[in-house]
């Protein structure tokens, strides 16, 4: 009934188009099918719902990144018709061959076109089948349903943020913290006076004891720069307890990145102790006055925006104004050299505790990406996928307290409280819990306490 009433109506119509025969912008169009591209499945008219059958530029439906016809007129002079044209609209079999394409959710796309199954480009292949890249992602469905059917005290989730990413980029670009080397490793530790029978808390959290001088973590993004926040963040929250409050400053990790460069690779790694040297020496200003802009890992490092000299005593003055005009204030924050603790549990309970968080550095492994809530100890689920499923690299976080958990069967699982850099929505808040006493994921290995530069004129006057 349909098809009967097109044709009446626009019968006459094509006439008067075709006997005037002009050179449309249409005709000059390269065909659709001559590079044998073209859709042999997808349906057009069909689901347009059009057939016209007569000559009429209007009959036209979106195909890829051009259109496609479904009058008459479209297979005169050149193939212009949408490849269902001839089933669809005339009730015969397309005059073409069909070429081999590849089928997905019901459509079909021609050689060469791809899509993307999370960090996997797969790519239609002339034999018609598609072809599928195989990195180990980021994000891993299979993992994360593992780790959250097995019993291991903490559970994944998928974060869109890192959905599409391979394994080897987390790494590459997440992280971000050097090796101690040899030397820095072995300085010596700092030991606090403890008697042996101290009783500590059975939980402590700094934001507690110390409101309002713990810093929420942030994002390092794409910024293979945890070096400079977790130095960043720890300088904070230690300037901020050892002024008493007076000062809460949350430091810039972009000053350190972009003007620490000395043995250091900015949003491509860097060491904890050139990072100290340098807030010690050189200083650095407040996060809002020096914002973080490296978003992705650039090899060509941002020229440094912000410096400082000396007015006595090791104290030192912003020469420059802030990076962000916004801000006026660009007081230059200092701290002491920094002391690594020694790795008893005790004595990094008993540091933190009197005065204030501490840096760590944490070998991430491939399952921590996933990781939600609980107190996470790193996993053998990936061991089944092969070793590339299986990958880690060195990071450095903040420790900011401690806990103790009473597990179903009577034992009692002991944690540290963490926080990283990967941005609030990711973990508890931004933080994470991780066993204490085990050295899971060497996270005791290599722990670091400084203390502020707070002078007297820094403290509130009475
Ligand atoms: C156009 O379609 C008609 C069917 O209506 C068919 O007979 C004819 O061969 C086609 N012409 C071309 C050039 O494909
Ligand atoms: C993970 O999240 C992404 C986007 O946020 C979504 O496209 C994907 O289907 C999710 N994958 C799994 C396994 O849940």
């Known amino acids: 009934m349909r098809l009967l009433w097109a044709l009446l109506c626009l019968w006459p119509l094509a006439q008067v188009a075709l006997a005037s025969r002009v050179r449309t912008r249409r005709e000059l169009g390269p065909g659709l099918y001559e590079h044998g591209v073209y859709d042999a499945g997808g349906s057009y008219c069909q689901r347009g719902d059009v057939c016209c059958l007569g000559r009429d530029d209007g009959c036209a439906v979106p195909y890829h990144d051009t259109l496609c016809y479904c009058d008459l007129f479209c297979n005169r002079t050149i193939s212009d018709c949408c490849p269902d044209f001839w089933e669809y609209c005339l009730g015969i079999p397309a005059p073409f061959p ?49 780790i959250n059917r097995g019993n291991y005290g903490w559970r994944a989730a998928n974060y869109s943020q890192f959905w599409g990413m391979t394994l080897e980029d987390g790494i590459r670009h997440r992280l971000g913290t050097f090796r101690p080397s040899p030397t820095v490793m072995n300085m010596n530790e700092m030991h606090m006076n403890m008697d042996s029978n101290e009783v500590l808390p059975r939980h402590f959290d700094a934001a507690a004891k110390w409101p309002g001088m713990i810093h929420e973590p942030l994002d390092q993004g794409n910024c293979a720069g945890s070096w400079a926040f977790s130095t960043a963040a720890v300088a904070s929250d230690r300037i901020s307890i050892h002024s008493m409050g007076h000062m809460t400053p949350a430091l810039s990790p972009q000053n350190l990145l972009s003007c620490d460069t000395r043995n250091q690779r900015g949003c491509s790694g860097g060491r904890l102790d050139g990072a100290w040297w340098y807030l010690r020496r050189r200083g650095v200003v407040t996060d809002e006055c020096y914002p973080f802009t490296s978003q992705e890992s650039q090899p060509a490092a941002q020229p440094c925006m912000m410096h400082s000299r000396s007015t006595g005593r090791g104290k030192r003055q912003a020469t420059a104004r802030c990076p962000n005009p916004q801000t006026h204030a660009n007081e230059i924050y200092q701290s002491t050299p920094a002391y690594r603790l020694s790795s008893s549990e005790k004595e990094i309970m008993k540091e933190l ?87 899971e994921c060497e996270v005791e290995t290599f722990v670091v306490g400084v203390w502020g530069r707070v002078s007297m004129e820094d403290m509130p006057h009475k």
């Open 353 to 439: 505790m009197e005065n204030g968080p501490v840096q760590a550095i944490l070998e991430v492994h491939e399952d921590f990406f996933m990781y939600k809530s609980g107190i996470y100890r790193h996993t053998p689920v990936a061991e089944g996928k092969g070793p590339k499923h299986q990958r880690h690299g060195t990071h450095s976080v903040k420790i900011t307290g401690w806990g103790e958990e009473q597990l179903p069967d009577g034992q009692t699982q002991k944690y540290w409280t963490a926080a990283n850099s990967w941005g609030t929505a990711w973990g508890e808040g931004g933080h994470f819990r991780i066993a204490r006493g085990v050295n």
């Open 98 to 146: 069909k070429a081999p394409g590849c089928a997905r959710a019901g459509r079909s796309y021609p050689t060469g076109a791809t899509y993307r199954e999370n960090c996997n480009l797969c790519t239609c292949s002339p034999a018609g089948q598609w072809q599928c890249e195989d990195h180990a992602c980021l994000m891993d469905g299979e993992l994360i349903d593992a």
